[in-house]
């Protein structure tokens, strides 16, 4: 157990569904991130808020929209996704400085019919 | 743009044997870790060495620091099954977050 949760573990939605990912961390970390992993491809960094404030945006589409209510909680919200955007996404969380080292959920399965 | 790359991406070893894994970088950097991830989990730290550091060891984890060819490598002794996974290295520089490797994918077979 990391601290960091997330739901649902496996997702499989319609190009026209709308979804979203919770993730939520009780480490009292301070930065949260969003990563997507693709078979064979190295983990992309989609989102990152740190203090509540989005600081990144890796040119992702937006069909990907993030939401950070408070420190504790991150959401990422689909709508009409395309099958390639069927992969494993990762929630993280660290403190802002220092040795900004992460802590993962278990990831959400995603598949896009 | 991408700072770790993961040598070899594939090792498959026995039982018992040494696993030892590479990662080369671009720019300077604050700190390098190395994580591992068990099949569609998230990953996990194993490791952090920090630029003024050489070499470190936890367990049966062993990581050196080169910051002159900007290579780490991962030692793993003693290898058990159990030990199967990817293993990704992945950097820090300045107050950026860190940019991750492509991975090795490490196989011991009992």
């Known amino acids: 157990e990391t601290g960091v949760t997330q739901t649902p573990r496996h997702l499989v939605m319609g190009m026209t569904n709308k979804k979203s990912l919770k993730c939520e961390q009780h480490?009292?970390?301070?930065?949260m991130y969003w990563y997507k992993q693709s078979a064979k491809k190295p983990l992309e960094l989609m989102f990152v808020?740190?203090?509540?404030?989005?600081?990144e945006n890796n040119s992702v589409p937006s069909r990907f929209s993030p939401e950070c209510p408070n420190s504790s909680h991150l959401f990422l919200h689909l709508h009409t996704l395309q099958p390639e955007d069927s992969a494993l996404y990762l929630c993280?969380?660290?403190?802002?400085?220092?040795?900004?080292?992460?802590?993962f959920g278990s990831g959400t399965q995603l598949s896009v019919l | 743009s991408q700072q770790g790359e993961e040598d070899p991406q594939a090792l498959s070893i026995q039982e018992g044997e040494n696993a030892t894994m590479n990662c080369s970088y671009k720019?300077?950097?604050?700190?390098l870790q190395w994580y591992r991830q068990n099949s569609g989990r998230g990953l996990v730290h194993l490791i952090l060495?920090?630029?003024?550091?050489r070499e470190k060891h936890s367990g049966r984890l062993r990581v050196t620091l080169d910051t002159s060819k900007k290579s780490s490598s991962l030692l793993i002794t003693a290898s058990r099954a159990a030990d199967t996974a990817s293993y990704f290295c992945?950097?820090?520089?300045?107050?950026?977050?860190?940019?991750f490797g492509k991975g090795t994918r490490l196989s011991v077979i009992a």
């Open positions: 808020y740190s203090l509540e404030e989005r600081v």
């Open positions: 480490l009292g970390h301070n930065a």
């Open positions: 060495i920090r630029s003024n550091e």
């Open positions: 992945a950097t820090v520089s300045g107050n950026t977050p860190l940019v």
């Open positions: 993280a969380s660290s403190q802002e400085r220092g040795s900004k080292k992460l802590f």
């Open positions: 720019t300077s950097i604050n700190n």
